[in-house]
């Protein structure tokens, strides 16, 4: 059955800086806690870098005909926090704004709203190197770069958001390790969720005062969280990985408090003002969503939780997460109802699968369709039904460097072939392209 989205839904394409830029070293371009982290041995599939990713750096007029070439409204990116100030404070690197310049304006150019998020996890290493999210005042470091990019681009963009999944850090970069810095203190994860919690605060502060009229709002990701197997012991880790996962990055920017069984151990880093600060009114919630999330008790972890595979007998994508597309409306009912029914976007969702160039370099991703059809069809169930959700950013354009597992796994719309730096639109690019040219999704064959 065809499911209709309502008129001025807005369809768009996320990606980051470090992901798909490359240029690492040019222009001044700093380094970052991620140039790091790929170069310590054993962090990242292959060995792989982010030196020349996509090169979207240079290859972005090619990138923005794909986007207009799908017939995005919006195109969500992230500036790099180095390429802006390379020292992470101090001197602006001119070169590192006429670039975003360049960006924004061939976007608008071609009717693709511009989307900033501040921060993609990509710290500049000097920042690192003073303390990082650890120190109370990298929060302020953060909003004064937050304020030279509203300052510079605020005239062209209208949606600000200061950093992409700030529950991901705490729990991937502090707790399992696994993302840069890839530290494992408790304290210093405590006060890390403060600071960043403050840097949020103080950065919308700052987007207003330097770009007034622009909307700003939160990303964060979420989805459901299950025990991995259905026991005393897993049941037991619950309210601890729903806090740290899922409550204790979103509860003091939307209802102005932090949640148990955390925020006891916050409470000793807190100063006066401070909740004042991180509670700023928000015009948007951005969700990400992929997956329901699935822990377990550990003893390799600071918090003694891990995230597993999902239990056995569903259907999964390349990188072992749970196709379901109901989780997408659980989530953004859990959203609506818990945080006042804001406006809600789906700032990413998309899938991984092991996509193949063939012989006549065509890619054919039919998963990949599957999985967008079953989950705007949700999607647009949910909106039937109420839900305020105003628009979808398909994560992403074209495959990029995938953190952990290098280049070897594949979101986008669009194959890159990482040789020749080629851009291949897949299948799933031309079937999504009817479906924004609809404003609707029409299920693939053999689908109800
Ligand atoms: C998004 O994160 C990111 O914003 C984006 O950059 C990324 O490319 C995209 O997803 C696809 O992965 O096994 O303990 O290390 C999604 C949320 C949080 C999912 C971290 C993977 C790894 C947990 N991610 N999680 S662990």
Known sequence: MTRQFPAGFLWGAAASAFQTEGAAAIDGRGPTVWDDF?????????????????????????????????????????????????????????????????????????????????????????IEADGGWRNRDCARWF?????????????????????????????????????????????????????????????????????????????????????????????????LAECIWRRVMVDPLWLGTYPEPLATEIEPHIAEGDMAVIRQPLDFFGLNHYNRVYVAPTDTTMWGLIERVPPPGYPLTDVNWRIDPSALVEQIEDVGSRYGHPPIYITEGGCAFPDALRPDRSVHDPDRIAYFADYFTALAGAIENGADVRGYFAWSLMDNFEWNSGFTKRFGLVYTDYPTLQRIPKSSYYWMRGVIAKNAVIPPEGRP
């Not at 060995?47 to 240079?58: N, P």
């Not at 006429?98 to 500049?124: A, N, S, T």
């Not at 030279?148 to 970069?173: M, T």
Request: charged content about 20%; aromatic content about 8%.
């Open 38 to 126: 790929t170069r310590a041995p054993g962090k990242i599939r292959n060995g792989d870098t982010a030196d020349v990713a996509c090169d979207f750096y240079h290859r972005y007029p090619e990138d923005i005909a794909l986007m207009k070439g799908l017939g995005l409204g919006a195109f969500r990116l992230s500036t790099a926090w180095s390429r802006i100030l390379p020292s992470g404070r101090g001197t602006v690197n001119p070169l590192g704004l006429d670039f975003y310049d360049r960006v924004i304006d061939l976007m608008l150019h071609e009717g693709i709203e511009p989307w900033i998020c501040l921060h993609h996890w990509d710290m500049p290493s000097p």
């Open 143 to 239: 909003a004064d770069y937050a304020a030279i990019v509203g300052r510079h681009f605020g005239d062209r963009v209208k949606r600000f958001v200061p950093i992409n999944e700030p529950n991901v850090i705490p729990w991937v970069a502090y707790n399992v390790g696994r993302h840069a810095p890839g530290r494992q203190s408790r304290e210093d994860t405590v006060k890390a969720i403060h600071h960043i919690n403050l840097a949020h605060g103080l950065t919308i502060q700052a987007v207003r005062a330097e770009a007034p009229g622009a909307e700003a709002g939160n990303i964060v990701s979420l989805g459901p969280v299950h025990p991995a197997v259905d026991d005393e012991a897993h049941r037991a880790v619950l309210p």
